[in-house]
C-alpha cells in the first residue's frame, strides 16, 4: 500500500473510532437521537470500506460524514456561519464518488479506468455529478418535511434551498473530476 493509501486507511480508521465513540458517548449521556446517528454513521462507514473504494474517497467521506453529523447533533449549522454551506457543498459530492466506486466494484457500472472514448471517459464526471445532486434535493425534500413537521426545529427557507442546491450540485461536479482524475492517474 503506498504512503497515501496508508494515510487514507489511518484517516478512515480513526472517523469509525470516532463515530463508535461518539455513538457510545451519547449514549451514555442519554441522547438517544445522536447515538443512532452515529450508529448508523458507523454502519454505513463499515459498509462502505468493505468494498474496493480507494482509500482517499473513502476517507475524506468518512470525515465528512462525521462533520456533518457533529454539525447536526451539535447545532453547527445555525450557530457557525457557512457551516450550513460548506457540508452543502462537500458532503453530496463524497457521497456520490463513494457510491461511484460501489457500483463499479458491484460491477453494475464501468470503471472509468477501462473506458477508452473520451466521451466515456467523462461518464464519472456526469454520474457523479447527477447523483450528488439527487442526494442534495433528497436532503432538501428531507429539510422540508422536518420543517413541516416541527417548525421550530428547522429554520430553512427558499433562499437557504437553493443555495444549497446549488452547493451540492457544484461540489459534486468536482467530486465527478476527482474520481475522473483518479481513473486516469491510476490507469496509466
Known sequence: MSTSG????????????????????LGLIQHWD?????????VVLLLTRRARVPTGFVAAFAVLVLLAMWGSVQHWYAQVPHFDTVVH?????SL??????LLVDARLLPDARETGRPVRGWAPVVWVGVVGTTAAVLWEYYEWVVEQISPQGMLVG????????LAGMCGSLVAGLLVLRWARRAGT
Do not use: E
Request: aromatic content about 12%.
Open 34 to 42: 445522536g447515538m443512532l446517528r452515529f450508529a448508523a454513521v458507523t
Open 96 to 101: 456520490a464518488a463513494v457510491s461511484y466506486f
Open 158 to 165: 427558499y433562499t437557504d434551498t437553493v443555495v444549497d442546491l
Open 6 to 25: 496508508r494515510a487514507g486507511a489511518w484517516v478512515f480508521g480513526a472517523a469509525v473510532a470516532a463515530a463508535v465513540a461518539s455513538a457510545v458517548g
Open 89 to 93: 457543498v462537500l458532503t453530496p459530492g
